[in-house]
């Protein structure tokens, strides 16, 4: 007889019940019905495997979704139009010559070169596996009363005319803010420049820190917890890879944690981009990893009226529309996509990932690549700045 929290079960009750549970016509199976009628799949025939492997270079990105998806992106048709529903694009088995361009739990081939590649480690990404979809999207997962909150947040943020030193002229006209940790062209995590502001007077950033902070806060009381639960029931590999760099990001930055908790994302990502409108030009995100999902929302400002800004995928023959309150999971690493054009104001777009160099390096070692050219700059300012 086992003690549970419900009391003293014996093993033999356990076993009927588990029975019932499983029996035709019993409970399981009215609940794999409610979850079919509340999700809509989007089947595509063959893993969309143009940028498993692929350079880092935004045009060549373009010029193959030209070549190979002609069709303009205002063209394309909606997909998804339950609102309602979740919607899921489950991921295509590789073909054996796919396989053949990816390693462990899809990622990238080039990671098995590097230096602290172990078998342990790829055995450990073998057992986990990919993520099973290409793309997710949950509905009302945002009420509008939390929506309004982020935009006074950003807003107050904006308001008080903070620096960004990272331009994406490759994606989009407007500028992201990046708070939260990467390592982008260094070995070792740091906290972005969006976070500190270091180019900003001692009292002009005793204004934006804790505008940034109200902001992140936010982030980890509505956002975390919501994203938690869908993560664990649809892609728990996500939060498995993530947890070795999640402990080492807690080590090499403790003193940055503790002085700033609201940049802990609790290992579900690192960083968060925030953005007016959206991002307009076909594009991958280079700087996440191809075996993880990037997590993107969309918040309203009240009484706003905007319409446009499907999530444009033509790799999956279409535009998932993405309003305010959803949550779009998606795998943008291998996937060009954009936002369709908006028409009116109002509309805000907070990215989460997780930095590819910062995971890469943590799970194959060190980058023969970074602390070079840019990662030397980059490194000098944070260690000024962090210094200070
Ligand atoms: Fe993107």
């Known amino acids: 007889m086992g003690r549970t929290r419900r009391g003293h079960r014996s093993q033999e009750r356990t076993k009927t019940r ?70 899921i694009v489950p991921a295509p088995p590789l073909t054996e010559e796919q396989q053949g361009l990816v390693g462990p739990a899809q990622m990238a ?15 450990f990404l073998n057992d986990v596996g990919p993520i ?21 947040a950003f807003d107050g943020f904006v ?30 995590p740091m906290v972005t420049t969006d976070t500190r502001q270091p180019t ?13 902070d109200r902001l992140l806060r936010l982030v980890q009381k509505h956002m975390m917890p919501r994203a938690r639960r ?37 290992g579900l990502w690192f960083c968060v981009a925030v953005k007016e409108g959206c991002s307009e030009i076909i594009h991958l995100d280079f700087n996440d990893t191809h075996t993880l999902v990037a997590i993107i929302w969309v918040v309203s400002r009240e009484n706003s009226s905007w319409t446009g800004g499907e999530f444009s995928v033509p790799q999956l023959g279409g535009k998932i529309p993405f309003s ?25 777009a907070f990215t989460c990932f997780s930095d590819s160099q910062l995971v890469e390096q943590t799970l194959f070692g060190p980058s023969s690549s970074a602390d070079k050219t840019k990662g030397k700059k980059r490194l ?5 700045v962090l210094g200070g």
């Not at 331009?167 to 990467?182: D, L």
């Not at 664990?232 to 930055?253: D, F, G, M, T």
């Not at 000098?380 to 000024?384: L, N, R, S």
């Open 380 to 384: 000098q300012d944070a260690v000024v």
């Open 159 to 188: 308001a008080a005319k903070p620096s960004s030193l990272h331009s994406e002229p490759t994606r989009s006209s407007k500028t992201a803010y990046h708070f939260g940790i990467w390592s982008l062209y260094l070995n070792e």
């Open 18 to 87: 588990k029975t019932e549970y499983l029996k035709p016509g019993g409970v399981h199976d009215q609940d794999q019905r409610k979850i079919r009628r509340l999700t809509e799949t989007i089947r595509v025939p063959t893993f969309p495997a143009e940028f498993l492997v692929s350079a880092r270079n935004s045009k060549s990105v373009r010029k193959v979704i030209a070549e190979q998806y002609p069709t303009p992106v205002a063209d394309l048709p909606c997909l998804g139009v339950s609102d309602d529903k979740v919607l």
């Open 132 to 152: 099973p979809f290409l793309l997710l999207r949950c509905s009302n997962v945002l009420s509008p009363v939390i929506q309004a909150r982020f935009c006074r």
């Open 230 to 266: 869908l993560i664990l029931r649809y892609a728990p590999q996500q939060i498995e890879i993530l947890s070795p760099v999640y402990e080492r990001v807690k080590k090499v930055l403790a003193k940055e944690l503790a002085d700033r908790p609201v940049l802990d994302f609790g």
């Open 200 to 212: 900003k007077s001692v009292k002009e950033q005793a204004v934006l820190i804790p505008l940034i």
């Open 324 to 348: 305010g309150g959803q949550m779009i999971a998606a795998r943008t690493r291998i996937l060009a996509h954009c936002g369709a054009q908006i028409i009116g104001k109002g509309r805000i």
């Open 109 to 123: 081939l080039y990671n098995l070169k590097r230096p602290g590649t172990t078998s342990a480690m790829v055995d």
